[in-house]
Every structure is written in C-alpha cells, then in structure tokens.
C-alpha cells in the first residue's frame, strides 16, 4: 500500500472550500476528470455518508463511498471498486481554518490490485498520478474561491 498526502492552503474561508472540494462534481471542472456522477445521496446530504459517488479519471474509474461527513471540517471516502482493480484502505479530506483560510489535507492510502505488477505500479505510476490529479484538483477549488 502507498498514501499519497496533499496539502494546500486556499485563501477562502473554510466552509466554502469544504463545500467545494465535498461536492465531485466540481472535480470535472479539471481537465483530468472526465466525469462524475452521484449515484447514491447520501443520508444528511448529497455527498454525505453514504453517498455513492462514480467518478471517472484520466487514470481510471472509481466508485466511492462517502464513510464519515463532518462538515465542514472533513470527510472520508472508500473506493470498493475500480478499473484499474486496487485495494483501498481509506480517503480523508480535513479542511481547517487557519487565520481565515483554508487549510487542505487529503490523504488516500491505495494499491494497483494486479498480481506480480501492482506494487511497481502504484509506487512508480499510480502514486505521482494520484499526486498529481489531487493538486490540480486543489489548484482549480483555489482558483475559482479565491
């Protein structure tokens, strides 16, 4: 397994930044997210626990589940299946306010579930994607709050 960790401090207030970045829909406004669809609502809210969320990537597709919903400070999620196949232990987002910003941290630890191939894979391929796709992510909630 690999955790990739990004963080970022947005100059908006945190609330608006949690509402942003819980809602994946907004993920497609970067040109890595092809699309995304809320399959499931979730109990308390649309992307609240329980939300089944379908997103697919430039790297793949992804059915999440939404585990935890604290808003507006974080959430978890869990990928139960995926092209490619992989192994997903967890996902959290945690949006602190720092002197009126927000701080970002997401966190998804992951394995490419491929024998013989898969750990190369996630360490080599999968991880700096994985990086990559989150802080551009972050870079377009910055842009569009800031």
Known sequence: METVTVERTIRAPADAVFAWISNAHNY???P?????RLRT???DA???VGAVRVLIWMVGWFAERITAYDPPHAFDYHVFRSIPPSRHEAGRVTVDDVDGHAHVVWTTTFEVAIPVVGRAITRWIAQPLMDYA??????RAADELQ
């Open 28 to 30: 497609t406004r970067t």
């Open 32 to 36: 890595l997210v092809v699309s995304e």
């Open 41 to 43: 609502p979730g109990r």
């Open 46 to 48: 649309p992307y609240g």
């Open 134 to 139: 989150f802080r551009r992510v972050l870079d």
